[in-house]
């Protein structure tokens, strides 16, 4: 323990040294130097004093450990990553890494924000959040509304490749402004704090966000359907109750420990999950992420983020409902000859899970190619055809 945290601390002074280093090296200017000292410090909010050496510690070993999941049954037959999240569950705070102030253009301003993409991503999916950017998640004015995106990410590795990424994650922000970036490992377990920390950050800097959509960054969305989707909600701006996708119900945590998804009960004890829906995407108004974001306070957290999201919901009294279009497990498509990726079947839906990236790219265009001709009952025969 204390071994590796001395080896922390001076990776942590390697780092400050290296950064140090990087400004003067760039910057021959003195304002020049005092910019970028201003941006970094904006970009690391508060988390280090660098001139006291005495305090200097990883931002994240702030949060200790809670010895007392030592006492749990059988605790160490667990796999390491339960083991980790029962050890640091209560740790809810994390320092922000990179942060985009002004998405919604300031909190009081960011009812003009109608549809906020929120995509749940890696640090190493430089190329899917490209593809996105380009694609379905552009940023725009459509229909008289705005459409804003924000890439939700934590840290990978450790040490030096940890922090030649993060630099990395720096230049890419710094050239798309659309990166949330918090230093906790960005690991499946760690989803629903990534989840929590993204709500934090909607509290403060866009609070008033009409509608969000909340997925993965490997779905194909149809932007365009969904703006129809969420203006066609009578009497709804925003500020009433909305949380709809594809809807998972009467299911409880899996008990097999070979699964990604295993939840054993040192984890949760009940055995059924409350609805919900499947975390590829889903679609949320801004008065039910506030109230997902209140109820967070007092839920205890489940790894599974989208399980935890329906437990939020159910604490707040709330229901998700299931909307025909959200596909997260993928598009039915009928047998036979026909091609798998005909746009005709992507025009009407307005979310699929698991696309890669080229796909997303000649998708995006067919599906706007004003010539494209399509029978109309698509939707509805893969639909009688037992999706
Ligand atoms: C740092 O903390 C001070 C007070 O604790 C606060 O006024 C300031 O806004 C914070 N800066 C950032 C970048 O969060
Ligand atoms: C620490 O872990 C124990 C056992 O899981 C749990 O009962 C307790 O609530 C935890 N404490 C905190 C602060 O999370
Ligand atoms: C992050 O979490 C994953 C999965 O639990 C683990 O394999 C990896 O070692 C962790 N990385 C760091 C730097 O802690
Ligand atoms: C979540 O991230 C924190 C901070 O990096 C780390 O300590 C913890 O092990 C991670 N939890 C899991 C389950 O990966
Ligand atoms: C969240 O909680 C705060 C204070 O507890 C309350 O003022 C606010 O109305 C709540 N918001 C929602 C959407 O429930
Ligand atoms: C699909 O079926 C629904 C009823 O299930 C119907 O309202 C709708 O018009 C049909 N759409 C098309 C394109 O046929």
Same mark, same amino acid.
């Given at each position: ?17 290296? !950064? ?170 760690? !989803?629903? !704090? ?136 993928? !598009? ?56």
């Amino acid at each position: 323990m204390r071994k590796k945290n001395v080896e922390m601390i001076a990776l942590f002074l390697t780092g400050v040294v290296s !950064l140090f280093i990087i400004i003067n090296k760039n910057d021959a200017k003195e304002d020049n130097v005092n910019r970028k000292r201003k941006q970094t410090e904006e970009l690391l909010p508060n988390q280090t004093d660098f001139p006291s050496t005495e305090t200097l510690q990883p931002p994240s070993s702030h949060c200790q450990p809670n010895m007392s999941a030592y006492k749990l049954p059988e605790f160490s037959t667990l796999p390491d990553h339960i083991k980790d999240f029962l050890l640091y569950q209560h740790c809810k705070s994390f320092p922000m890494i990179l942060d985009v102030p002004d998405k919604c253009g300031g909190a009081q301003s960011s009812a003009d924000v109608f549809l906020l993409l929120v995509i749940k991503s890696s640090p190493e999916n430089y190329d899917r959040r490209e593809v996105l950017r380009k694609t379905w998640a552009e940023e725009r004015l459509h229909k008289g509304v705005w459409i804003r995106r924000v890439f939700i990410i934590g840290t990978s590795k450790s040490g030096f490749e940890k922090r030649r990424m993060n630099r990395l994650l720096k230049l890419e922000n710094n050239e798309n402004k659309d990166i949330l970036q918090w230093d906790f490992n960005d690991s499946f377990f760690n !989803l629903t !704090l990534k989840q929590i920390l993204f709500l934090e950050w909607m509290d403060r800097r866009c609070p008033n966000a009409r509608f969000l959509l909340n997925g993965d960054d490997d779905i194909f969305a149809n932007t365009f359907n969904m703006i129809e989707y969420l203006q066609g909600q009578e009497d709804n701006d925003g500020s009433r109750h909305l949380f709809t996708g594809h809807i998972i119900q009467n299911e409880g945590p899996i008990r097999k420990p070979s699964s990604k998804y295993y939840v054993p009960v040192q984890v949760q004890k009940s055995e059924s999950y409350p609805p919900y829906c499947g975390g590829g995407g889903f679609l949320l108004s801004g008065f039910t992420a506030r109230t997902i974001y209140n109820m967070s306070h007092s839920v205890i957290l489940l790894p599974i983020d989208d399980v935890y999201i329906g437990m939020c919901l159910e604490k707040a009294g709330l229901k998700p409902t299931s909307h025909f279009g959200v596909r997260t497990t993928g !598009l039915n498509i009928p047998a036979g000859n026909v091609d798998k990726f005909d746009p005709c079947y992507y025009r009407e839906i307005i979310l699929v899970h698991r696309f890669l990236p080229h796909m997303i790219f000649v998708m995006w265009e067919e599906i706007q190619n004003p010539n494209l001709r399509c029978a109309k009952t698509n939707v509805n025969r893969t639909k009688e055809q037992g999706v």
